[in-house]
Nanobody, 115 residues
Framework: QVQLVESGGGLVQPGGSLGLSCAAS????????MGWYRQAPGKQRELVAA???????NYADSVTGRFTISRDNAKNTVYLQMNSLKPEDTAVYYC?????????WGQGTQVTVSS
């Protein structure tokens, strides 16, 4: 059974930092491209960051320089370190795993940036 379980969301003040984790199980984690997406109220879900099997990464322009995605294949876990958070980063953040036609999603974790 495939599972992606996100953790680490919460409330943080503008300028603060937060780290998200996504623990994966039920598939060959090291073979998958792992990504973080987010969806704010009234907006479409958007890609925040992705990391490929070889470790290369890409980021949305809005988070470049502030967010860092990483993966630990030994722990079947992908991380998103978020620094210098802004109110516009407020959203539900989803973990995603992709390989060929396989596409798995976590349940999401809320991140709220507010003073």
């Amino acid at each position: 059974q495939v599972q992606l379980v996100e953790s680490g969301g919460g409330l943080v003040q503008p300028g603060g930092s937060l780290g998200l984790s996504c623990a994966a199980s039920g598939f060959t984690f090291s073979s998958y491209v792992m990504g973080w997406y987010r969806q704010a109220p009234g907006k479409q879900r958007e890609l925040v960051a992705a990391i490929r099997t070889g470790g290369s990464t890409n980021y949305a322009d809005s988070v470049t320089g502030r967010f860092t995605i990483s993966r630990d294949n030994a722990k079947n876990t992908v991380y998103l370190q978020m620094n210098s958070l802004k109110p516009e980063d407020t959203a539900v953040y989803y973990c995603n795993a992709k390989w060929r036609w396989y596409d798995y999603w976590g349940q999401g974790t809320q991140v709220t940036v507010s003073s």
